[in-house]
């Protein structure tokens, strides 16, 4: 007997990959139909290829779907694989991270803990009354960073300014 109670729920049934082909390879022929010649194709297509959609429909009954397997079908060709894209896309890349010197990520959180029991102190604030007091040690950073080739001061700012904010929330979370 087969035991079906070690297995995990299933979320989101998939069709197998020979199925997903030939159901892409359909939606493409038939990409630019309208809707009334998509529907008499289908039902052409799905006759002449009736023993891979018995195939597929069997895989997924073993699986417990309990849902209408033609219509997830059609609707798949239809709405998904008809508008998908043949080209592969490049992942995009990413930049090295730099972090900041400990010596001011140490710095900011002296100053957070010294202000943040004060009734008027902000984040916002906070971080300008920060770069008042510690202007040498932004330099220093600034130049670090500069040497790491990023240039632009508007990054600069607000990679300093977002680090702030966040040790900020990491302070009073913890």
């Known amino acids: 007997m087969f ?15 020979n199925f997903i082909e030939e159901l892409f390879r359909f939606s493409k022929i038939h990409q630019y139909d309208e809707r009334k010649d998509f529907k008499e194709a289908w039902n052409t297509w799905r006759n002449n290829n009736n023993s891979i959609v018995e195939d597929e429909i069997k895989r997924l009954l073993e699986l417990n779907y309990h849902g209408d397997i ?5 609707k798949s060709a239809r709405y998904y694989f008809r508008k998908k894209g043949t080209e592969k896309k490049e992942p995009t890349k990413r930049c090295a991270y730099v972090g900041l010197l400990k010596e001011l990520l140490d710095s ?45 001061s508007l990054q600069i700012k607000n990679k300093i300014k977002k680090t702030y904010k966040n040790r900020y929330f990491m302070i009073i979370n913890n």
């Open 3 to 17: 035991d079906n109670t070690n297995k995990a729920t299933i979320y989101r049934y998939k069709f197998s990959d």
């Open 70 to 74: 033609m219509d997830k079908m059609y």
């Open 108 to 152: 900011m959180d002296n100053h957070i803990k010294s202000n943040i029991d004060k009734k008027e102190y902000k984040p916002s604030e906070g971080f300008s009354d920060f770069c008042k007091e510690n202007i040498e040690l932004l330099k220093k950073e600034i130049e670090r960073l500069i040497s790491y080739n990023i240039k632009d």
